[in-house]
């Protein structure tokens, strides 16, 4: 997210450091980060992974998401993205609300 999210100081927080405006994060922040980054555990994930994600998020890039569904599935995890054209990163469309209260008690109801 570092770079992309209109919230740039929540990737400086969650990596520990304070934010210097100007300041190019090091290599120690950057491995720091990483570290942090679901995508560099994926292959420990084995439970069922529903994930929903609005196309019009700024805060975190959809890509992410997606590549992230992707990677579980090419491991075999049982995994599942919705995608919302018309939402962004709180989902409070109504009709995406409705659609994702359904979807999510098939999901539980099926991985379950």
């Known amino acids: 997210m570092y770079g992309t ?3 740039p100081d929540w990737s400086q927080f969650e990596g ?3 934010e210097r405006p100007g300041d190019a994060p090091s290599v ?3 491995k720091t980060l990483l570290e942090c980054s679901p995508i560099v555990h994926v292959d420990k994930v084995k439970a069922p992974t529903l994930m929903l994600i609005g196309e019009k998020d700024i805060r975190c890039p959809p890509s992410q998401g997606h590549r992230y ?6 491991r075999g995890v049982k995994a599942k993205l919705l995608s919302y054209p018309e ?3 709180p989902l409070q469309n109504v009709k995406t609300q409705a659609d994702n209260f359904v979807n999510m008690a ?3 109801k ?3």
């Open 69 to 74: 569904i992707a990677l579980l599935k090419h």
């Open 87 to 89: 939402d962004c990163h």
């Open 28 to 30: 120690d922040m950057m």
């Open 106 to 108: 098939v999901w539980f």
């Open 110 to 112: 099926e991985a379950m």
């Open 16 to 18: 520990g450091w304070e």
């Open 5 to 7: 999210s209109e919230i």
